[in-house]
């Protein structure tokens, strides 16, 4: 390797003082191409798992703003000159407790060829992200483009369901694609079962935070991790079970949407609207008056063809500031 820049910050006696200015240089200098970088620091894979992890996320997150600079400003064709087999080494070198793994993740979705797809499902069971938000990054390009070829991804990310960083990530996905690219029918469909059983599991942990608070920790910390995962998981599983729209979900749905937490009500409310079921009906137009759940409850009315229903005052410009307020 060459760069001496990058060697600097590499191995177990990389400076984490000098580490700061290294990381800025390499991050100002239009001549270090992203695509360089990541083929460079693949080949130095013992140096990478002796690396310090602090140093390393830093080193990502540069090289994934190289390269996705340099995308832009080719309108996307410089992603042809990253080698996916290149993330794979290099995302296998990384040490477990490396911040910024997922920005690899996200590089192998936005590349969006063949290969990068089936080295993506290759890390992602091999080794999922931690964090729900990780793997939500992660995938997320995928819901931004429609050209990439859905049988590489479905069925198969549907085993990363057992994850509970990307349970929710991969519903939302196959949502997206039946929506957005009129799949049918729904990918999870045949998981049916195991979705409204989750669902039940996810409402019942929701249910006792409710009651008791600590019962997510007793830091704030944590406790904010673990409901936004819980929340984030309920509300993709209320939208995937009323896609797939089998009236064997009812019973959980009506589970859900006694909760407090007005966004999971919401979505549990619209999920039972679109099964055409009345009490799920009333709910959710009951929801387009409490302005923390206006927006979203009159988009799906909308969208089940309920909009004549709602009193046009809950659309007026007062009403709608009053919703983006809450």
């Known amino acids: 390797m060459q760069n001496e820049t990058l060697i600097a910050l590499l191995g177990p006696s990389a400076d984490p003082v000098a580490a700061g200015w290294r990381l800025r240089e390499l991050a100002e200098n239009e001549t270090y191409q992203g695509a360089d970088l990541i083929s460079q620091l693949s080949e130095q894979e013992d140096l ?76 992602l069971e ?26 590489i991804v479905f069925p198969r990310l549907l085993q990363c369901l057992q994850f509970p960083s990307l349970a929710a990530p991969t519903l939302d996905l196959a949502n997206f694609l039946v929506r957005e690219r009129n799949v049918s029918p729904h990918p ?88 055409k079921d009345e009490q799920g009906i009333k709910r959710l137009l009951e929801l387009t008056a409490d302005p923390a759940a206006r927006l979203r409850a009159i988009a799906y009315a909308d969208e089940l063809g309920l909009g004549e229903q709602i009193d046009p005052e809950l659309r007026s410009d007062v009403a709608t500031a009053e919703a983006e307020m809450s």
């Open 188 to 275: 999870a469909a045949d998981h049916l079962a195991m979705l409204n059983h989750l669902l039940g599991e996810v409402s019942s942990r929701l249910g006792r935070f409710e009651e008791n608070p600590h019962a997510f920790g007793d830091d704030v910390e944590t406790v904010q991790a673990t409901l936004g995962e819980a929340v984030s998981l309920a509300v993709s599983l209320c939208d995937a079970v009323g896609l797939i729209g089998d009236e064997s979900s009812i019973g959980k749905l009506n589970q859900t949407v006694e909760l407090k937490h007005r966004r999971v009500q919401c979505e549990a409310a619209g999920a039972l609207a679109r099964l």
């Open 48 to 123: 990478v798992r002796r690396s310090d992890p602090a140093i390393l996320g830093g080193l990502l997150h540069v090289v994934h703003g190289r390269v996705i600079r340099t995308a832009a400003e080719s309108r996307g064709e410089s992603f042809a000159t990253v080698d996916p087999e290149h993330i794979r080494r290099l995302d296998q070198a990384l040490p477990e407790a490396t911040p910024n793994r997922h920005l690899l993740l996200q590089l192998l979705a936005m590349i969006q060829s063949d290969l990068s797809l089936a080295v993506l499902m290759d890390r």
């Open 126 to 151: 091999q080794s999922p992200p931690q964090k729900w938000m990780d793997a939500a990054h992660a995938i997320s390009p995928l819901m931004q483009n429609r050209q990439w070829k859905i049988a």
